[in-house]
């Protein structure tokens, strides 16, 4: 008889900081949800890992995204779509 559950650990434990990529930054993509729960992760960590602001959590990762691409299409020249 094995323990199924030995096997099993949480990835978002050795989960890496997650750095936005350039490609990922124009106003083709829409934000990646896999790297904004990642993030949204990290920073519960950060507090912590005290619950109750996953929401606030989340909303703060996709603001480090959406100012991470605005920041990249400035830097890169790209002109602001309507």
């Known amino acids: 008889?094995?323990?199924?559950?030995?096997?099993?650990?949480?990835?978002?434990?050795?989960a890496k900081p997650i750095?936005?990529?350039a490609e990922d930054t124009s106003g083709n993509?829409?934000?990646n949800a896999d790297d904004?729960?990642?993030?949204?992760?990290?920073i519960?960590?950060?507090r912590g890992g005290l619950p109750g602001r996953a929401l606030d959590d989340w909303l703060q990762a996709e603001s480090e995204f959406e100012s991470a691409a605005?920041?990249?299409?400035?830097a890169t020249g790209e002109?602001?779509?309507p």
């Open 1 to 14: 008889m094995t323990d199924k559950g030995r096997g099993h650990q949480n990835l978002e434990l050795h």
């Open 19 to 21: 750095q936005p990529r």
């Open 29 to 31: 993509h829409a934000l």
């Open 36 to 42: 904004i729960r990642r993030r949204a992760f990290e």
């Open 44 to 46: 519960y960590q950060e």
């Open 70 to 74: 605005l920041f990249m299409r400035a």
């Open 79 to 81: 002109k602001q779509r």
